[in-house]
């Protein structure tokens, strides 16, 4: 396996000196566990669960926060109209924005990019009364991997020449209102890296980049896992850097291991300590790094249908959450510190 110097690799084998910590945020669903959507509450009920998070030692503390402006935790959302439910969309913005305001979180807030127009209007309609709550704005999610590498016919997602219509579109309906975050999309490692995305990477009214990596979708063993993610994420960002003739800032934008009893993806086998490994030996040494990542997800969805990975395998994405649905903790005595030693070891850790 190749892995660049961007993440040292020697640090997958020794203990890691922390200089610095990147930031940990956490993708959140618009639903609540039967599919109903969530309002204000729920939302806040999320965060206050989500705040407690301190996944460090004192010695090393791990900043949950927001780099740019007053240094709050993060979440990032897919739609601002949601419509996984088949007539049951869920407005998303008027619910979420005020409880982030309320609870002290920012919101990269995703505009689902094949229902620009709607979206835009939704979160428009509350963007300037809660604007300090919004740390950017993402078109699109994996619309390129959807459409050029999904085996349907290019049925769902979008060209590169569309998104990036897309992202120009809302750019200026941004500026029109008066508005100006950073604005990028969402999109798996390997369409950066393997080119794809080159001309969404070019867009000058890019700045900001979610590159999705996940060792569990490459069919690896739980030991092998943080190893493919470290090197899936150094190639995209790698290839990123080579071409973007600017600076862009670069999050991981998903990552994770599900929990679902009995389910796995070839080598992939769920399970809490399986995650609680994946945690432990892949997300805090990306942290540890100075690396930025958003944890998928905050919270299992029960209601969601099944997901499919590069070799056409379905998995269920129901239990992909650090915390069960009812917002109760996964990992064993509720740990979610980081040291940022690769070689730290206990009874359920894995590796």
Known sequence: MRVSSLFVVAAATAPLCVLGAGT??????????????????????DFDVLSKISPNPPSTP??????????LPIVRTY?????????????????????????????????????????IKEFHTYAKQYESTVYAVTVGSESLYRYYHETDGHTTGLSN??????????????????????????????????????DIIQNTNVSILLVNAFGYWQ???????????????????????????????????????????????????????????????????????????????????????????????TEPETGWGLYNSDRTPKFPNNDYSCSFDTKETNSNILC
């Open 79 to 119: 739609a601002q109209v949601d419509g996984a439910i088949q007539n049951t969309p869920c407005s998303v913005s008027g619910a979420i924005l005020p409880a982030a305001q309320a609870k002290g979180f920012q919101v990269v807030i995703g505009l689902w990019a094949e229902a620009l127009d709607a979206d």
């Open 24 to 45: 940990l945020g956490f993708a959140l669903g618009a639903r609540n566990a039967d599919g109903s959507c969530k309002d204000q509450q729920a939302y806040e009920d």
């Open 219 to 313: 069919d690896v063993s739980i030991c092998n896992a943080s190893l493919t993610y470290f090197d899936d994420l150094t190639q995209a960002y790698t290839h990123i850097s080579s071409v973007a003739g600017r600076s862009i800032e670069l999050w991981n934008g998903e990552t994770g291991w599900p929990t679902t009893p009995g389910a796995s993806y070839g080598s992939a086998i769920d399970g809490v300590n399986e995650a609680y490994t994946f945690f432990k030996q892949g997300v805090c040494a990306l942290l540890g790094w100075n690396k930025n990542v958003f944890y998928f997800e905050a919270f299992d969805e029960p209601w969601k249908p099944a997901s499919t990975g590069l070799s056409n395998q």
């Open 62 to 71: 791990l900043k949950q926060l927001d780099p740019h402006t007053e240094n």
């Open 161 to 198: 020449t569309e998104l990036n219509s897309a992202i120009n579109t809302y750019t200026q309906a941004m500026l029109d209102l008066g508005l100006k975050f950073p604005v990028g999309t969402a999109d798996s490692w390997n369409v950066y890296n393997d080119g794809t995305a080159d």
